[in-house]
């Protein structure tokens, strides 16, 4: 079992900046991917970045790309997402999720946060 706990929602005027925070605890020796998604108002579910839990290489949706990072810190079991000229088509619920290594191969988005609200105003 994963536990992941995200932070750092809040409220921001356009063109601002946002750092999330996602402390992964548990059996955090099986993490493979860690994501972020996000939901907006009557939206759909959407990916908005990836990052290997080994390598670090990371991947990213093509709405914030060039806008926001994911990093991670392995020691500390944490993975950040900074967003940066933040608009209000960025509000949404932010999730955090992890998959893990499972035989033969590596699980879906198996374990999630329990999301944290961008509000970004006009």
């Known amino acids: 079992q994963v536990q992941l706990v995200e932070s750092g929602g809040g409220l921001v005027q356009a063109g601002g900046s946002l750092r999330l925070s996602c402390a992964a605890s548990g059996r955090t020796v099986n993490l493979h991917t860690m994501g972020w998604f996000r939901q907006g108002p009557g939206k759909e579910r959407q990916f908005v970045a990836a990052?290997?839990?080994?390598?670090?290489?990371?991947t990213y949706g093509d709405s914030v790309k060039g806008r926001f990072t994911v990093s991670r810190d392995n020691a500390k079991n944490t993975v950040w997402l900074q967003m940066n000229s933040l608009n209000p088509e960025d509000t949404a619920v932010y999730y955090c999720?992890?998959?893990?290594?499972?035989?033969?191969?590596?699980?879906?988005?198996?374990?999630w946060g329990q999301g944290t609200q961008v509000t970004v105003s006009s």
């Open positions: 990052i290997a839990w080994s390598g670090g290489s990371t």
């Open positions: 999720a992890a998959r893990v290594l499972r035989w033969p191969g590596v699980s879906d988005y198996e374990y």
